[in-house]
């Protein structure tokens, strides 16, 4: 497995979580037991609450939300259901398996950024989870016309490769699938080629000055090295959690909402003319 990833998405400094750490992702049953507990006091008081008085003040720039590798907007669907209760307007990435080449996602991530940024007349702020942040960091360095702000949850941007060996085996099976004749699956020269050096260096490219971002990690996290996780040029914040619980866990929805009210406050330039593809 140690030639599926090109070695500099490995830096010095970084390293692969242990087998053992992924025992740590069990703790997804508590989490997402919390995110039930937390649903059904939320709902009781909106039951008592006049409906009159129940809608919540709406953010100002849309957010949408991108998962990770492997995964699809279903595993966000507890916390874009969450964050509209807050006030925010949501939207799903159409990403049903993030499975295939970054850089085509990211292509096609930004003409769905454009359509919410056309629609809504503002600059959206982006929530990605693992692979779904590093995206949002490349879409962010590369479009701050269309991108207010963005949240990563668990998202090893400094060292994509600093995962645990389990993802590099999902890693390898796709390539040999890609290999095989399944041409949309995620090809051996997005992990270790020119197409992963491009994707890698567009995520290390400098923010412009008005696009926020808040780096979540966990150090609980089995899946990825949460030393990865944090970006100089953003706000780091510690959660406990467990890597795919972050998706679900209301304390990190808690920091993910207050993250993106923080980022509208400071956000301060306005949508410039949408070029659409």
């Not at 937390?38 to 006049?50: E, F, M, S, V």
Request: charged content about 20%; proline content about 5%.
């Amino acid at each position: 497995m140690s030639n599926t990833l090109a070695p500099w998405l490995l830096p010095d400094g970084y390293g692969r979580p242990a087998l053992a750490a992924l025992l740590r992702e069990g703790s997804l049953v508590t989490e997402a037991g919390r995110f039930a507990v937390r649903r059904g006091a939320t709902r009781r008081t909106r039951r008592q609450t006049p409906y009159a008085a129940r809608a919540a003040a709406r953010a100002a720039e849309p957010v949408l939300l991108i998962p990770g590798f492997l995964a699809g907007d279903w595993t966000l669907t507890a916390m874009a259901a969450e964050l509209r209760a807050r006030g925010f307007r949501t939207y799903r990435s159409q990403i049903h398996a993030n499975i295939g080449c970054t850089l085509n996602s990211a292509l096609t991530l930004e003409a769905r950024i454009e359509q919410i940024a056309e629609r809504r007349g503002a600059r959206v702020q982006l929530v990605g989870h693992s692979l779904g942040g590093m995206i949002s960091r490349g879409l962010a360095a590369r479009r701050p016309d269309l991108v207010a702000g963005i949240v990563t949850m668990g998202s090893p941007m400094r060292a994509p490769a600093a995962h645990h060996a389990v993802l590099t085996r999902g890693v390898r099976v796709l390539n040999r699938l890609s290999d095989a004749g399944f041409s949309t699956l995620m090809s051996a020269d997005c992990v270790g080629g020119e197409c992963a050096h491009l994707s890698f260096t567009e995520s290390q490219e400098p923010l412009r000055a008005d696009v926020a971002m808040t780096n979540i990690y966990s150090r609980r996290d089995g899946i990825v090295d949460w030393k990865a996780c944090i970006d100089p040029q953003g706000e780091a914040v510690e959660v406990r959690a467990s890597h795919i619980g972050m998706a679900v866990d209301p304390r990190v929805i808690d920091v993910v909402s207050s993250s993106l009210l923080r980022h509208g406050a400071a956000s301060s330039t306005p949508l410039s003319v949408v070029e659409t593809a």
